[in-house]
């Protein structure tokens, strides 16, 4: 494993690139995806089983979460829209939409319920901004992947809901911790008086699906809005990477922990994070949503590049582990790692973020970056036997927890990943070739 | 007449109160009322007639405005909740609820057209958040003063587009010019990259209404964010007045005057106000407004005073009209008015708005104030003989425009300060007695 990124402009030949593909597609088609087709759906209840221990086993535990039914709709549909899943995708994200619709969707007061039992029946009946926003993502990626009316009519209603009780009219931005009637929580640690960027990013991607499905002006201008929200207001004037949290108002806070039932979380204190701290992920996340937001919508890229920059250029600098390989949580703007763990899902996202710059700034170090975590990701995070990947490594790649699914981890980082990976080595590839 | 407000704590008699009463109560049941009720309802086509001349004859101008058929239904709908009109007033606004439902809701894109034939063809079929605004409050009003379900509906499905298709989630308030489709209409003198207080104020009044009908808790929430916005981010940060027009991140710009139809404008020029400028009757129209959304909340007023008191304060110093009497148009924040004509809205918002000062504060110059301002109106702005008022007065009462309906003039500035201030004289009375 290369120590250093190299410099200068991208040298990548079409052999390097075919080897990963090589690697990557029969993974895909061979375990991962068929680790999720054959254990993911309740053949029993309907919608989706969400623990798995580290042999892919179903846990005791049973309940199920709004985050991990809604992203295991986006996940087999757009698996569907990849051309894979021979309509076994199709099919179990079909019943997954009929369980959600019935039992998930509060119809007096609209939204989504949080968590449910095994067998639908809400045990929290909160309506939090988070599931909220996968409401209408699943839903626009389900409609695009199945043409299914219901699809249509619930991202419409998702997002009519949303705009309708939680877009913030006099600061901006979207309040995101409320009660079933969607009067708010209370501040603090319930979160009732606060803004994430961690919200606020999952929107993008919902508006970027909705759009794609819909062509309407009004989704189009919300998307923009989004993008300007999370770029011009959240991210940091000075380092140009994303805030975690702030007051209504959008002024940044120190991050804490909210008290809303999320179900694992690395982070257990209560004590809030520095102002001065950034996660690599969630950053180049967003540089990789941004760039397919504006390829969806059409729109020059060229006004947005130099914010993608420097956020990969950060996450490069502090972020990638150059010696045991991996993208760390996160640590300070301007200097080394503070949290060295390695999540499986920055792994994910990073992977494509990286790989994207490499194709837009053509050059050789986000490609060294992409490998660096490629080949952490391949050597550590996979469990290769079973074909889902580790929730959370140590630096060393040691595993620290095991387990494979649980409230919120499903296919939906690691399968969006891979196929978005692939998507854009083929991309390069036919560059190559050009 | 007092050529200056007097000092001190208010000192206004029970028998003084009643004269006024004695004589508003009369004209407005056996003059203005009886003018509208007779005159506004279209009987052939449905919806109302907009245009009268001096004499209250229907001119030979046909069209139907979006603002003037939704502000007739508010006023029928606020008379009959007054107690008033021997459910006449009802069915004025009944049969324009019918009529405005099946000509001028658009129920493809959702929104109301801009103007119609008389017929109810759409003329102008661009959406304009000021007519938007409308849709809210007069339906809301409509529903609070029958019980029809119809307007529980157009109300929700009014606010409901306004949410998803015109709220900015990325600087706050709210986009105002708009295609049919929603998409925005161009910048500068077609207004679409432009916020304006006007709009956000009827926005205000609208929210109050659909709280007050529904309770529910995002309402509630959007009527706070509304208020929140106008005082906090509308108001000049110095002056504490209204300022008119705004970028989309809401800084302040020089006004201009928007190419869209709105009929009669008093300012026809092309070129734009100064920055340093504020319209009298528009702040204390926001004054009362506000406080009568405070009192529909059950919320505390005491935060809101400071404002309220400031913009009062500031109309009383440079808005009236002393010598002859009335409110002038506007001027700059801290100086003589600039514009010394005397609109009949402007007087009709600030007898209502200086009575609830006076109320408030318990200080003699706001009655002074409303005094001097009743008077001018009763001697120089109602068309005695017909029932409603002029449009527009010179300084020292002599008319300049004379008709008394046309495009956005009808009964709901006149006939809605009618009722709001017979209503507070009582509620004084009321206190004197105590």
């Not at 939204?111 to 993502?137: E, H, L």
């Not at 002024?251 to 809303?260: G, V």
């Not at 979380?265 to 967003?286: K, Q, S, V």
């Not at 499903?410 to 990976?421: E, F, N, P, S």
């Amino acid at each position: 494993m290369s120590k250093k990124p190299g410099e200068g402009k991208l040298t990548v030949t079409a052999e390097r690139l075919q080897s990963h593909i090589d690697r990557l597609d029969p993974y895909l088609k061979r375990k991962l995806l068929p680790f999720w087709l054959d254990h993911a759906v309740d053949r029993e209840h309907g919608g989706y089983l969400c623990y798995f221990d580290r042999d892919g086993k179903p846990t005791a535990k049973t309940a199920k979460t709004l985050i991990c039914q809604l992203r295991n709709i986006f996940t087999f549909s757009s698996v569907h829209r990849a051309g894979l899943g021979d309509g076994r995708a199709l099919e179990a994200a079909r019943q997954g939409v009929e369980f959600v619709i019935r039992r998930l969707w509060d119809a007096e007061h609209g939204g989504w319920y949080w968590i449910a039992d095994r067998q639908g029946n809400p045990i929290d009946d909160s309506k939090i901004m988070y599931g909220q926003s996968f409401g209408v993502y699943c839903m626009a990626e389900y409609a695009l992947a199945s043409g299914d009316p219901a699809g249509m009519e619930y991202a419409g209603k998702s997002f009519d809901t949303i705009m309708r009780c939680a877009a913030d009219t006099s600061a901006g931005g979207f309040w995101e911790m409320f009660q079933r009637d969607w009067s708010l929580k209370p501040g603090g640690a319930y979160g009732g008086d606060r803004k994430t960027l961690d919200v606020h990013m999952h929107l993008l991607e919902a508006f970027t699906a909705l759009f794609e499905l819909t062509r309407r002006p009004a989704h189009r201008r919300k998307l923009n809005e989004i993008m300007r929200l999370l770029v011009g207001r959240m991210c940091h004037p000075e380092f140009g990477t994303g805030m975690a949290q702030f007051d209504a108002d959008l002024r940044p806070l120190p991050a804490i922990l909210f008290r809303s039932v999320w179900g694992s979380d690395r982070d257990t204190e209560t004590g809030a994070r520095p102002l001065n701290n950034t996660n690599y992920g969630h950053n180049i996340e967003m540089c990789w949503l941004l760039k397919h937001a504006l390829d969806i919508l059409g729109e020059d890229p060229a006004p947005w590049l130099p914010a993608i920059r420097r956020m990969n250029d950060q996450a490069l600098e502090f972020g990638v582990d150059w010696e045991c390989g991996g993208i760390y949580v996160e640590g300070p703007n301007d200097g080394p790692a503070a949290q060295t763990l390695k999540e499986f899902w920055q792994q994910a996202e990073v992977l494509v973020g990286f790989l994207d710059a490499a194709i837009i700034f053509g050059e050789q170090k986000f490609w060294d970056a992409f490998e660096n975590v490629m080949e952490f990701v391949w050597t550590h995070m996979i469990n290769h036997e079973v074909g889902e990947w580790y929730a959370l490594l140590e630096r060393d790649g040691t595993v620290k927890w095991d387990y494979l699914g649980h409230e919120w981890k499903c296919g939906y980082h690691t399968v969006r990943a891979v196929i978005q990976v692939l998507r854009r080595l083929r991309a390069l590839q036919g560059r190559l070739s050009a």
